[in-house]
């Protein structure tokens, strides 16, 4: 069980300043929490990580065994099996490799393998392309995989610290998956501060699986066939693992804080210009930045609109969130993902957000939006349009029942 550390003493340690990608900031917080193996193949965006990682191996700053995979399948299949043996152990893909390792991806959370990986966000084959689409992690949302988001290479480094300390919680013992935007952050700089290792150690706890290690002089079964006898209550056991999760993804947060003198108050989604807005909406990952910057816009012309932006989609914040939007006037969801024939043609978000608001006292009006897919810009007047739809929504005192598609050709 992760323990609770106390707040840094006055020692005279400080971070450094680096230009890094964000890919390049997962392998900084890998090597400062002593990852045992890491394992890879080739696929882009993602590569960038297993690159960056094995610079580091190779330059002495990381002792780990790096083993170069035939595939993604056997690729999550090692780091399944080197977890079960005490190995803390990191691999990734994006797009449709994500989609090749999926049966390990299936079995990894009812066996309790608290692996941490990276999804550089990528389109789906066919047709081929390498840009953001967010539906590549979305595939495992309702399998036990404990899901975030991050929109800068300094989250990227301090999610992957926090991931360590949440999956290997024994309180949790789940698979979490981090999602990079490709190419808007896997590969693009910016100015990061690396911390030193001592305060990591004081963050991070050693991987202990206790009395579920696999070990010859510690027999036990893992991946039993239970067939239809047990199959529920394996389900139930990860569903509470689940809502555990809560909780201490909340104290990793306190604890990094503390330790780390960052970090925000809120881990579930960060809300920008939020608090007075008419118009509220809502993204993932790096769309944010043009939200922002279109919001600042229209903030100077006197109209009210704010951000959420989801850091956690699994556990997902349900009563947090709604309490955020149920202030608003109107509720606009910019998806990057689809979920082809869903309730209202809606991304996947939106559905989750209308379910979250079912049983709210108050629903605003809750427009659907999705704009962004392949790698496309997310434009300013993408978001300029969606907020108009919103305001137009709040007049009313209702919205329709379409899903919008913002910046499609006609």
């Given at each position: ?5 106390q707040a ?8 450094k300043?680096l230009?890094?990608?964000?890919s390049e ?9 002593d990852?045992d193996v890491?394992?890879?193949y080739?696929?882009?965006p ?6 960056a990682i ?16 035939e ?11 080197a977890s079960t043996?005490?190995?803390r152990?990191f691999?990734?893909?994006s ?8 049966e ?10 608290p692996?941490v ?6 389109a789906l084959?066919?047709?081929g392309?390498?840009g953001?689409e967010?539906n590549?992690?979305?595939?495992v ?6 899901l ?14 926090i991931?360590?300390?949440v999956a290997?919680d024994r ?11 490709g190419a808007?952050l896997?590969h693009?700089?910016a100015?990061?501060?690396v911390p030193?290792k001592?305060?990591v150690?004081?963050?991070?706890p ?5 009395d ?13 066939q239970?067939n ?10 990860n ?5 555990r999760a809560?909780g ?9 804080r503390r330790?780390f003198?960052?970090?925000?108050e809120?881990?579930?989604?960060e809300?920008?210009m939020?608090?007075?807005a ?5 993204g993932?990952?790096t ?5 922002k910057?279109?919001i ?8 009210k ?9 699994r ?6 969130l ?9 509720v ?6 689809y ?8 991304g996947?978000?939106?559905n ?8 709210a ?6 427009l659907?939006?999705?704009c962004g ?5 997310v434009?300013?007047?993408d978001v300029?349009?969606?907020t108009d739809?919103c ?5 009313a ?10 910046g499609?050709r006609?």
């Amino acid at each position: 069980m992760a323990v609770v550390t106390q707040a840094a003493p006055a020692v005279h340690e400080e971070d450094k300043e680096l230009l890094i990608s964000g890919s390049e900031a997962v392998a900084e917080a890998l090597t400062l929490a002593d990852l045992d193996v890491v394992t890879a193949y080739p696929i882009r965006p993602y590569d960038t990580v297993m690159q960056a990682i094995a610079k580091k191996i190779s330059g002495g700053q990381l002792v780990a065994e790096y083993i170069v995979a035939e595939g993604e399948h056997s690729q999550f299949e090692i780091v399944k099996h080197a977890s079960t043996v005490g190995a803390r152990v990191f691999c990734g893909s994006s797009g449709v490799g994500w989609m090749y390792a999926m049966e390990c991806l299936v079995v990894t959370p009812p066996l309790r393998v608290p692996m941490v990986a990276l999804v550089g966000n990528r389109a789906l084959d066919d047709p081929g392309a390498f840009g953001v689409e967010h539906n590549d992690a979305l595939v495992v949302r309702d399998l036990g995989w404990l899901l975030c988001w991050i929109d800068t290479s300094q989250e990227a480094l301090d999610t992957t610290l926090i991931a360590y300390r949440v999956a290997e919680d024994r309180r949790v013992f789940l698979p979490l998956a981090i999602s990079a935007d490709g190419a808007f952050l896997t590969h693009s700089q910016a100015l990061t501060m690396v911390p030193p290792k001592s305060k990591v150690d004081r963050f991070l706890p050693r991987y202990d699986r206790g009395d579920l290690l696999l070990h010859p002089d510690n027999p036990i079964t893992v991946a039993p066939q239970a067939n239809e006898d047990w199959v529920i209550e394996i389900r139930r056991q990860n569903n509470e693992a689940m809502a555990r999760a809560v909780g201490v993804i909340e104290e990793a947060y306190a604890d990094f804080r503390r330790v780390f003198g960052r970090g925000p108050e809120n881990p579930w989604f960060e809300e920008y210009m939020a608090a007075d807005a008419d118009v509220i909406l809502v993204g993932m990952g790096t769309i944010s930045l043009p939200i922002k910057v279109a919001i600042r816009e229209l903030r100077a012309k006197g109209k009210k609109v704010g951000l959420v932006r989801l850091r956690w989609f699994r556990p997902f914040p349900t009563e947090r969130l709604v309490a955020a939007l149920s202030k608003a006037k109107a509720v606009g969801i910019i998806d990057r993902d689809y979920s082809f024939g869903s309730p209202f043609g809606s991304g996947v978000v939106a559905n989750e957000i209308r379910a979250a608001l079912y049983n709210a006292e108050r629903r605003p009006p809750l427009l659907s939006f999705i704009c962004g897919l392949g790698g496309r810009e997310v434009t300013l007047e993408d978001v300029y349009k969606a907020t108009d739809l919103c305001y137009a929504a709040a007049t009313a005192g209702k919205s329709d029942t379409k899903t919008h598609w913002l910046g499609v050709r006609e």
